[in-house]
């Protein structure tokens, strides 16, 4: 075990700042050593294997894990950090290197159980949230992004109903519309990325339609959607549908900041 854990720390340390090491660990390690190491029950080897794995990352390597013997790759450092939160490098290869590639992340998307999907959104929030100044290539991969999430939005929205009973308090698939709602609210958010939104095809009536429909669901019986819903015992506060109804109106209020095209419709 110390042996493997001090190989891999000696591969992270070679490779930094060394284009050749990157590419000879590349050719020698990928995908079998990563994947073999990320799957190890050592938390600390799989720590050192995601080191490094993003020293030798660049946007090329990242187009090769797009190839659906690799992808495994990005699954496993994605399901890395789901699993031990503290893992830095796991965080980092998403948010610096995945993210920059949309087909990668739709073709992740596709393979992920609901919690790992939200898992994956929470790390694009924070990636949204980032405040610096976005390059146009940035800004491009943003749209293709709020393009994707726009529509997996979309598609899905009324899955979000299933929280009315109790017996679905905690779907997966309706949590993971929580989230999308989050991001496309901190994607309007963004004077870069709004206009963008703005123009989407059926983003804003579906919002419309979703706040309808959640607010007609809270009268029909006493839910989570329930506008005069009294709160019993702190689980039910922090439930993540509280405040979807407000957030619907937040994207809502986003998508017709100075678009009249958009205020006349609603």
Same mark, same amino acid.
């Given at each position: 075990?110390?042996?493997?854990?001090?190989?891999?720390?000696?591969?992270?340390?070679?490779?930094?700042?060394?284009?050749?090491?990157?590419?000879?660990?590349?050719?020698?390690?990928?995908?079998d050593?990563?994947?073999?190491?990320?799957?190890?029950?050592?938390?600390?080897?799989v720590?050192?294997?995601? &080191? !490094?794995?993003?020293?030798?990352?660049?946007?090329?390597?990242?187009?090769?894990?797009?190839?659906?013997?690799?992808?495994?790759?990005?699954?496993?450092?994605?399901?890395?950090?789901?699993?031990?939160?503290?893992?830095?490098?796991s965080?980092?290869? !998403?948010?610096?290197?995945?993210?920059?590639c949309? %087909?990668?992340?739709?073709?992740?998307?596709?393979?992920?159980?609901?919690?790992?999907? !939200?898992?994956?959104?929470?790390?694009? &929030?924070?990636?949204?949230? /980032?405040?610096?100044?976005?390059?146009?290539?940035?800004?491009?991969?943003?749209?293709?992004?709020?393009?994707?999430?726009?529509?997996c939005?979309?598609?899905?929205?009324?899955? !979000?109903?299933?929280?009315?009973?109790a017996?679905?308090?905690?779907?997966?698939?309706?949590?993971?519309?929580?989230r999308?709602?989050?991001?496309?609210?901190? &994607?309007?958010?963004?004077?870069?990325?709004?206009?963008?939104l703005?123009?989407?095809?059926?983003?804003?009536?579906?919002?419309?339609?979703?706040?309808?429909?959640?607010?007609?669901?809270?009268?029909?019986?006493?839910?989570?959607?329930?506008?005069t #819903?009294?709160?019993?015992?702190? /689980? %039910?506060?922090? #439930?993540?549908a509280?405040?979807?109804?407000?957030?619907?109106?937040?994207?809502?209020?986003?998508?017709?900041?100075?678009?009249?095209?958009?205020?006349?419709?609603?």
């Amino acid at each position: 075990l110390s042996a493997l854990r001090c190989s891999l720390q000696f591969l992270g340390n070679i490779a930094a700042g060394n284009g050749d090491s990157q590419n000879s660990i590349w050719k020698c390690a990928f995908p079998d050593l990563f994947l073999t190491c990320l799957a190890y029950s050592d938390e600390k080897i799989v720590a050192y294997c995601c &080191m !490094v794995l993003f020293t030798c990352l660049n946007s090329e390597k990242v187009r090769e894990l797009l190839d659906p013997g690799n992808l495994t790759v990005a699954l496993h450092v994605l399901k890395v950090y789901k699993e031990q939160l503290e893992s830095e490098w796991s965080f980092l290869i !998403v948010t610096d290197h995945l993210l920059k590639c949309p %087909e990668l992340v739709k073709a992740l998307y596709a393979k992920l159980s609901n919690q790992e999907r !939200v898992t994956l959104l929470e790390l694009m &929030m924070a990636k949204v949230s /980032e405040n610096h100044q976005v390059t146009s290539e940035e800004m491009n991969v943003f749209m293709r992004h709020a393009d994707f999430l726009a529509g997996c939005f979309q598609e899905k929205c009324e899955a !979000v109903l299933k929280l009315t009973s109790a017996a679905d308090a905690e779907d997966e698939e309706a949590l993971v519309i929580i989230r999308l709602l989050d991001v496309l609210c901190e &994607m309007t958010s963004n004077n870069g990325q709004l206009e963008h939104l703005q123009a989407l095809p059926g983003l804003l009536e579906t919002a419309i339609d979703t706040l309808r429909l959640t607010h007609l669901a809270g009268k029909q019986t006493i839910n989570i959607f329930t506008a005069t #819903h009294a709160m019993t015992g702190q /689980e %039910e506060i922090s #439930h993540p549908a509280v405040g979807f109804k407000s957030h619907l109106i937040r994207l809502i209020g986003n998508l017709c900041y100075k678009n009249k095209e958009n205020q006349d419709k609603v």
